[in-house]
């Protein structure tokens, strides 16, 4: 797991990196040419499995979950970002889930990560599970879409226990999706 972690981490660290002064162009068409642009309604998420463990990261434009893409400033805005951040922290905004397990989340983190000259945010959400018992073979239920209507796709990246990684994607109609850990 180690390995893992460490890794998504560095992964972490350069993308926070790339949003930080780098005029964050944002992108309503379809470009993933510069660095820090978004698509409003793509979300990112990657989720990695290790024996008893999942490690889950999720990017998405903050528009997509919050609604508004700047730091809170209206008692609304304030109580929908903090209803949001404990709703990850406590139950992963209930949109993950296994079918006949239940995992205890560890070191939940939200960063609203705001453009302070673009007028653009971008969420960046992670926690690791903890489960009792092994993943190989469980599958994972992402409701996300059910919950949030402004996505309009999520890209999956998956590590699983011991199968190779694979890519998953969900758009249009598919609201939920079944991914094999
Ligand atoms: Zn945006």
Known sequence: MKKIVCFLAFSFSLSLFASGDHGHKHGH??????????????LECSIAVDQKEIYLQLKAPAQSLIGFEYRPKTEEEKKKWKTFTDSWKKNLLNSFSMTDIKCEILKPLVLLNVDEKGSHAQIYAEALLRCPKSLQGKTMNVTLRQKFEAIKKIDFDVLPA???????????DLKTLELEL
Request: hydrophobic share 15%.
């Open 29 to 42: 068409e379809k470009s993933s040419s510069s660095l820090g642009a978004h698509v409003h309604g793509e």
């Open 162 to 172: 011991t199968k190779p990684p694979y890519k998953r994607s969900i758009s249009k």
